[in-house]
Structure formats: C-alpha cells, structure tokens
C-alpha cells in the first residue's frame, strides 16, 4: 500500500458540506456589527449560522489540526532523545516525563479521524492543550537544575500558543485554556518550585502579557474569520441572485412579448439545437410554418388591438398542440407562427399540420375580410426531412418556405407539406 501525507493527513474531512440558507440582509446586518464604527466584543452569530462556521472553520482546518498533532508527537519524542543525550543518568524519568504528553495528542489524533469528533473538537483540542501543559508540568518538578526548569516553562508556553493560535478554537475555549494554564505555572512556582519572589514576579508577569497577548491575538483571529466567512456567504447570496436574474433576463430574450411564447431567436436557437441533435442520431426533423389567412384585412377590419388579442389567442391554442418539451414554438414573423418537431416522419407531419388547420377553424373567430372562409383561418407550410450529412439547414427552411408560399398560391386555408 503506497502511504502519503495526503493520507496520513486527509485530503478532505470527508464530512457533508451541511450548508445553510441565509439572508442577503441578515448577513449585511452581521458584517456591519461586526466591523461599524462601534466596539461590540460579542461576534457571534445566531444559532443555525454559528454551527454552520464552525463547521466551515472545522472542514477546513482538520488537515492543519492533524499537522500540528504529529508534529507535536513528533517534538516531544525528538525532545525526549536530546533530553537523554545531555542527561544520562536521568533517562527513565524524562522519558516518564514525556509520555503523558505524547499519549493526549496521539489520542486526540485517533479522534480526529471519527466523525464525532466534528461535533467536539473545539472541547477536545482546549482539553488536549491543558493536559499537555500539565504533562509538560511535571518535568518543572522532575527537574532541579537550570536550565531545564525554564526550558520547561518556555515549552508549556510554545504548547499553549499553538493551541490557541493554530488551531481553530474559539476566543471563550482559548481564554479558558489560558486561565488554567497561567494558574498551573504560577501554582507550581509558588508552591512546589518555590521560585524566589522577584524571579517569581517578572516571570509572571512576562506570562501573563504573553497569554493576554495570545488571546486577544485569537480573538481578533476571530472576528477577521467570521467577516471573512461572511463576506463568502454574501458572495453565494449575490451569485445566486445574479444567475436568477441572468436566468430570467435570457427567458425574456427569448420570449415574444405579445403572445408570451417563444420569439425568432427561440426559433433560430431551437432549430439549431434539433438540428444538430437528429444530424448526430440520424433521425428525422420536422418544421411547420403557419401564416394567418388576410391578417391584414383582420386588422384594418377590426383595429390593430383586436389583431394582437387574435394573435394571442392563436398562440395559446397552437402552445396546446405541443407534442412534447422537446418541440419548439415561435412567433416567427408578425403572423406567422413557427413549430420545430423532432422526431415526426412526414405521415405524421401531414396529419399534424391538417389537425392545426382544423383546430384553428374550429376556434370560430370571426373575420369578415377573409376570402375563404367567415373566420380566421391559416395556410401551412410543412417539410419532414431524415437527416444525412450533406443536408444544410438553410435549405430545409427554404423548403418549408416554399411550402408555405404554395399554400398561400393555390388558394390558403390548407396545408403543403415538401
């Protein structure tokens, strides 16, 4: 089995990105509390959008997590063999010293590969700190020389500050962590070292402005991740608002505005896809073009308003004549209709076709100024063709035109098919 880092360590945290749904409005109110001109010290977020980051915080540090685990595993055993080397008769106790420490981070680093460690890491890594600095504790008492007992100190230091600083915690964790760890130094000063007072002060104190320090270091951490994490979330909301919109922009581009079926370029696009798709199979393709009988005449008859609500009414009754999703309906010029059919040989076409005559006679709309008939009726051009690779289809709809000039020669109010 080939070993690496990646899976030593974790590509991924291998658990579901359990996003949440917010508000564009919610967020901006959050960001601007967080960074308006007055101090708030609480950032933090309403109940559903704080587990959220805390979960984006954890997805995204579990890999720096378990680094920062084995690299510390890694120190302590490194620790241990120099410690050895400089003192030989002390080995066993050194060795004593250490263990503790090594065991709470190999163990924290077996949790990190549970599932429920996503649920308690920020409790898991502020217990793991604080037993580690009291491991590390006990080599102050084990040892009775310089410079070991400081060297001691420095390293319950450098632990807590990878702790609070590397890892993702959050300021109440790492505050709490601090208060425990700066008492254990200074109870163990005072009471088993018995480090002289004036030592004893300047070295609190130093401790005391470095653990501050580290705090108000992670706190400010915080609050820059947290407009971050919402900056990204507004990001998502804007995006998302911006391809509804584009959505809905390119409907209406395509969208007739009179009759609310498809325009010319639904057709153009329409055709071209269907087109493209029956070359590839081989298969066959239908166009029906549809022109209303006199429409002139209907609208110098009856007013241009009229002429509109017939053309309205003629697109919803062919909009019912759908086969299905794949077929395309389009206004194609000002009354003239177009329907691209996949998939319908020429049998079929011609019963299509003679079906739409029918319907749109049935449809008794009246129209004094035709010359066929007492109501609005159209003449259709239709052509089926089973695709072969030197077919162009600038010609199929020149055929389909033609198709429907004769119709409207030889007498209109009838269907032509090529």
């Not at 964790?173 to 030592?199: E, N, Q, R």
Request: glycine share 6%; proline share 2%; aromatic share 10%.
């Amino acid at each position: 089995m080939h070993i690496t880092l990646e899976s030593i360590l974790g590509k991924k945290s291998g658990l579901p990105d359990d996003d949440v749904k917010v508000d564009r409005e919610l967020v901006i109110n959050l960001r601007n509390r967080i960074t308006g001109e007055h101090f708030i010290f609480d950032v933090s977020f309403p109940e559903k959008l704080e587990l959220n980051y805390q979960d984006a915080g954890f997805r995204q540090s579990l890999v720096l997590i378990r680094f920062i685990l084995i690299a510390g595993l890694l120190f302590f055993i490194s620790l241990h063999l120099l410690e050895s080397m400089a003192n030989q008769t002390g080995k066993v106790g050194a060795l004593l010293n250490r263990i503790p420490a090594i065991i709470t981070l190999a163990v924290l680093l077996f949790f990190s590969y549970l599932p429920n460690f996503k649920h308690n890491y920020q409790n898991a890594i502020t217990l793991c700190v604080i037993l580690t600095c009291i491991s590390v504790l006990a080599g102050v008492v084990h040892y009775t020389t310089e410079p070991y007992v400081t060297l001691n100190y420095i390293i319950v230091y450098m632990i807590f500050l990878f702790g609070v600083l590397a890892m993702p915690i959050t300021t109440k964790h790492a505050m709490l962590a601090g208060v425990v760890v700066f008492s254990l130094i200074v109870s163990t000063m005072t009471y088993i070292k018995h480090t002289p007072a004036d030592l004893r002060l300047l070295l609190v104190f130093l401790l005391f402005c470095g653990f501050a320090a580290a705090v108000g270091f992670s706190y400010i951490m915080d609050r820059l991740s947290r407009v971050n994490y919402l900056q990204g979330k507004l990001l998502i909301v804007e995006k998302a608002n911006l391809n509804k919109n584009n959505i809905h922009l390119e409907g209406l581009a395509k969208t007739d505005a009179l009759t609310g079926i498809g325009n010319r370029r639904c057709f153009d696009i329409g055709l071209e896809e269907e087109w493209n798709r029956a070359m590839r199979k081989g298969g066959a393709i239908s166009l029906l073009l549809l022109d209303i009988d006199y429409f002139k005449q209907y609208n110098d008859i009856y007013g241009h308003q009229a002429g509109d609500e017939c053309l309205i009414h003629i697109a919803e009754m062919l909009a019912g004549k759908i086969r299905r999703s794949s077929d395309t309906l389009a206004r194609y010029g000002g009354e003239e209709f177009a329907l691209v059919l996949p998939e319908l040989g020429p049998n079929e076409l011609q019963r299509y076709a003679e079906r739409v005559c029918k319907t749109m006679e049935k449809q008794q709309l009246a129209h004094k100024g035709s010359k066929v008939a007492s109501v609005v009726t159209c003449s259709v051009g239709a052509a089926s063709w089973t695709l072969r690779p030197q077919d162009k289809l600038d010609d199929f709809i020149l055929a389909t035109d033609q198709a429907l000039y004769k119709a409207k020669q030889t007498g209109r109010n009838r269907v032509v098919t090529f």
